[in-house]
């Protein structure tokens, strides 16, 4: 008996607790401001600079972030030249490629659209070292991609890197033929309409970065930089990977440290705990104002490289992102349903048709599947980027 009063009192402790929790919402979510974001690195060299400029949105909003749009945007020497970047749209400003004198100190200057004028602090034009390469292993059942690189005069120190994925996919059927509509036909698929093979592209949404401070030798050795599932249609074909590689200094180096602890490392009260973002670019009407950035001016090493499903292991299988099943029939006229299926399905309806069904040397029917199924075009497009080679 006493041990049925000691379980009713915990579990009656445990509703007090459950009915007295009241929902934390800190003035800062609702906060009306939409503070500055900046992005881009200033790049002495043939590539472009491309600064994107955007404000941050609450996070209980229901609007997303979008660019900002009529400004004007420069580079500025410390005490020396301006080098004005064009309007893109939709945030982006661009300068072709800079030629920027190492010995001096640069800066980001913006005026908005409102009036307000920020700048970033003038900093060191800092050089970054090629890629020695860019490899891969596998990893607890997946792709792991690595980067290694190293500064000989030991200069460098802080690291960062980007990329750009492109990879060759395919359609889970792929289709023979297409629905002539004004003729109320199956027809044989022409090349214009081709839809079996595809490329899909995506870029780098994690901080990837890395330091030798604390080694004698400026070397990065099997940087990871991203890991693909065995799963993944990215190695169903042929992979590519852009890599860029970005020198920083030290304190460029802390404030992508403190945004990634911030965005990829906030799981458990073991992780490491929200700390300010305190960047390098100022509104200078108002310094107290919070300015989301860091500019940084440097080179910008990059290297391609390829990988061929025949380089991974010959028993992983990609899984198609819809659920497709055996392809299903449709009949000119089946007895059974007393109905001209492909008219039905096929002609007047949705259905893909995939392949024909024959008998006697007659065409009787056809094989079909949906859209999603057939048509790679939904999710990629069919022409091959410029820089594609095949094996």
Not at 344 to 370: C, E, H, L, R
Request: hydrophobic share 35%.
């Amino acid at each position: 008996m006493r041990r049925n009063k000691k379980i009713w009192f915990v579990l009656l402790i445990g509703f007090a607790f459950a009915t007295c929790k009241k929902p934390y919402n800190p003035k800062i979510v609702d906060s009306p401001n939409h503070y500055l974001v900046v992005e881009g690195v200033i790049n002495n060299g043939a590539d472009s600079t491309i600064v994107k400029l955007s404000r941050t949105v609450n996070i209980s909003g229901s609007v997303s972030s979008s660019g900002v749009d009529n400004c004007t945007v420069s580079v500025e020497a410390e005490g020396g030249a301006s080098y004005s970047l064009s309007p893109q749209g939709n945030g982006a400003y661009l300068i072709l490629g800079l030629s920027l004198d190492a010995s001096k100190k640069y800066r980001l200057h913006i005026v908005t659209n409102d009036s307000q004028e920020y700048a970033s602090d003038y900093v060191e034009v800092k050089k970054t070292q090629p890629i020695d390469s860019v490899g891969f292993y596998v990893k607890n059942g997946n792709l792991q991609i690595y980067a290694n690189t190293h500064d000989p005069a030991n200069n460098t120190r802080y690291y960062r890197w980007s990329y750009d994925e492109t990879w060759k996919f395919h359609a889970r059927y792929q289709s023979s033929y297409i629905v002539d509509r004004e003729n109320k036909t199956v027809v044989a698929r022409p090349g214009s309409e081709a839809n079996y093979y595809c490329f899909a592209g995506d870029k780098s949404t994690t901080i990837v970065i890395g330091s030798s401070a604390k080694l004698s030798q400026d070397v990065i050795f099997q940087q990871p930089i991203t890991t693909i599932a065995s799963t993944s249609e990215k190695v169903e074909m042929r992979y590519s990977i852009l890599l860029k590689q970005y020198a920083l200094t030290k304190e460029a180096y802390q404030f992508w440290e403190n945004m990634k602890k911030n965005t990829e490392q906030l799981g458990s009260i073991f992780d490491a705990q929200p700390s300010q973002l305190t960047g390098n670019i100022h509104n200078l009407k108002d310094p107290a104002e919070p300015v989301i950035g860091y500019v940084s001016v440097t080179n910008v090493q990059a290297k391609r490289v390829f990988i061929d499903n025949v380089q991974v292991p010959h028993d992983w299988v990609a899984k198609y992102p819809y659920d497709c099943g055996p392809p299903d029939t449709a009949l000119f006229f089946n007895p059974k349903t007393q109905q001209n299926e492909v008219l039905n399905f096929i002609i007047n309806g949705v259905a893909v048709p995939v392949a024909d069904i024959k008998q006697q040397m007659n065409v009787i029917g056809y094989t079909y599947s949906s859209v999603e199924c057939t048509d790679c075009r939904i999710r990629g497009r069919v022409q091959a980027p410029a820089f594609w080679t095949e094996q």
